[in-house]
């Protein structure tokens, strides 16, 4: 009974070590015969004895002791314990790169709006000139986000990544869609279709300079309108597609015909938008661009 009661004593003295933190740690203890506590996680040694002495071949054993000594609070983790510790990794993991990636994006984007403002407060470019080439800009951009978003329409098997790209490239397809169709409406054919004063030059106002030429005429009556109003037939369709592909996700690939249906929506939007960027070409080749220096008025 002696040698219970002492046993326990141990236990307390193991259990209550460092301030009582013991409750909070999954160290296991065992005792040997002898009074000494030992803990799963020391390094093994053979106890061969020798009249009081360690075997010599165990001699190298005794330096693992004297390395544990200069070591605190060295735990292994379990494998639960592993996997737990990668999970939470792997979340700031992605949570570092995507704010690296938000703030990448705000950081581009404050470029631009400022490169914008400098170029227009130092007259390097018009307001006109500078909607324009926003409009241009977002015509590429639906290029790249109708390639993106193909490529993960067709595909017969899916991952996480290929959802991630299919959900980011039709939602920025009916983005930048509907940017192109306003920047264009409102701002760059405003300028194109304004009523020329009496008197005033018509090459500084293409829609009259084109109704002013029965050779021009076609431009106008035929290429632009169509332009106009089909061109905004694109942002509907992309928008369509994307809120399918943002709202069932992985079943969307699951769903042979949806995926062909949606496939050929997209397909039609962005043939509908290249057909638009031809005509549009077009109309500026035959008509004069100097409405682009007058100055703005909305």
């Not at 800009?137 to 017969?156: E, P, Q, R, Y």
């Not at 249906?261 to 039609?268: A, G, P, Q």
Request: aromatic share 10%; with cysteine; proline share 3%.
């Amino acid at each position: 009974m002696t040698d219970t009661y002492d046993d326990l004593d141990d236990l307390d003295r193991v259990w209550y070590q460092d301030g009582g933190s013991g409750l909070d740690r999954d160290d296991e203890v065992d005792f040997d015969l002898g009074e000494n506590v030992v803990f799963d996680d020391d390094p093994v040694v053979d106890p061969t004895i020798d009249d009081g002495e360690l075997l010599s071949p165990q001699v190298g054993a005794i330096d693992g002791f004297d390395e544990l000594d200069d070591e605190d609070n060295v735990f292994a983790l379990h494998g639960h314990d592993r996997r737990r510790a990668g999970r939470v990794s792997r979340r700031k993991t992605t949570t570092l790169l995507h704010a690296s990636t938000i703030v990448i994006a705000v950081g581009i984007g404050v470029i631009a709006l400022m490169l914008g403002l400098v170029i227009v407060m130092g007259r390097l470019v018009t307001v006109r000139q500078l909607f324009f080439i926003a409009h241009s800009l977002f015509g590429i951009l639906i290029v790249h986000a109708f390639a993106a978003g193909l490529g993960t329409l067709c595909t017969t098997t899916d991952s996480r990544l290929k959802e991630r790209v299919r959900k980011l490239s039709t939602a920025s397809m009916a983005v930048v869609a509907w940017l192109a169709s306003v920047t264009g409406t409102w701002f760059v054919y405003a300028g194109y279709r304004a009523d020329a004063p009496a008197g005033a030059d018509l090459s500084m106002y293409p829609r009259q300079y084109l109704l002013s030429s029965p050779r021009l005429r076609f431009w106008e009556t035929f290429a632009m309108e169509w332009k106009m109003h089909v061109g905004w037939i694109t942002p509907f369709l992309a928008t369509a597609v994307a809120f399918v592909a943002l709202r069932y996700g992985k079943r969307l690939v699951a769903d042979v015909q949806v995926r062909k249906m949606l496939t050929n929506l997209f397909v039609i939007a962005f043939a509908i938008a290249m057909i638009v960027a031809v005509l549009g070409s077009m109309v500026n080749v035959a008509a004069p661009n100097d409405f682009m220096h007058r100055a703005y008025h909305p």
